[in-house]
T-cell receptor, first 113, second 113 residues
Framework: GENVEQHPSTLSVQEGDSAVIKCTYS??????FPWYKQELGKGPQLIID?????GEKKDQRIAVTLNKTAKHFSLHITETQPEDSAVYFC????????????FGTGTRLKVLA | KAGVTQTPRYLIKTRGQQVTLSCSPI?????VSWYQQTPGQGLQFLFE???????NKGNFPGRFSGRQFSNSRSEMNVSTLELGDSALYLC????????????FGPGTRLTVL
């Protein structure tokens, strides 16, 4: 069935270092890959997304890369700051006239000051 | 624009009771999806509504149901509550303009005693 694996489950980095979170999806028909940040007591907030016709997308300190052949996509955060501490979720979906995200299991990122 | 709103934010029920949760999407958004979030199972898709019609459904028992009104507001209902239904229930809305981006509300925290 449809599945998204996400690693690592926890990640601690020093402030200013980079953080990388990786996801692998199973459904080759998936063509949309959003990343969400969830802070305590809040709903997931979209931080960046990428479509299957693009290999990389960047927004300031955040970038996402996609390898369709390997069915891998990754989130890269550079120059991490304490406010980046949160749980990050990747997801995969396909444009099929309906919205159904398959989420990864989440990565708890801790940025140590 | 106001974001996705969910009411109530917190709810405590006992086993066997039923509960109704409400979601108001972002103005202009016509698609509403519901997800259940638990520490053990992560974020799992419940169902999605568009123009008052359920277009997709996840792997949840029939105790979980939903509906959407003509103004795009949505409700989900859980009957005969079980302890395992304790979770954060998240609603997400989208414009259905093929961008596939979903925006989440803050969630309703349901505790079943």
């Amino acid at each position: 069935g449809e599945n998204v694996e996400q690693h690592p489950s926890t990640l601690s980095v020093q402030e200013g270092d980079s953080a990388v979170i990786k996801c692998t999806y199973s459904d080759s028909a998936s063509n949309y890959f959003p990343w969400y940040k969830q802070e305590l007591g809040k709903g997931p907030q979209l931080i960046i997304d990428i479509r299957s016709n693009v290999g990389e997308k960047k927004d300031q300190r955040i970038a996402v890369t996609l390898n369709k052949t390997a069915k891998h996509f990754s989130l890269h955060i550079t120059e991490t700051q304490p406010e980046d501490s949160a749980v990050y979720f990747c997801a995969a979906s396909k444009t099929s006239g309906t919205y159904k995200y398959i989420f990864g299991t989440g990565t708890r990122l801790k940025v140590l000051a | 624009k106001a974001g996705v709103t969910q009411t109530p934010r917190y709810l405590i029920k006992t086993r066997g009771q039923q509960v109704t949760l409400s979601c108001s999407p972002i103005s202009g958004h016509r698609s509403v999806s519901w997800y259940q979030q638990t520490p053990g199972q992560g974020l799992q898709f419940l169902f999605e509504y568009f123009s008052e019609t359920q277009r997709n459904k996840g792997n949840f028992p029939g105790r979980f149901s939903g509906r959407q009104f003509s103004n795009s507001r949505s409700e989900m209902n859980v009957s005969t509550l079980e302890l395992g239904d304790s979770a954060l229930y998240l609603c997400a809305s989208s414009t259905f303009d093929n961008t596939d981006t979903q925006y989440f509300g803050p969630g309703t925290r349901l505790t079943v005693l």
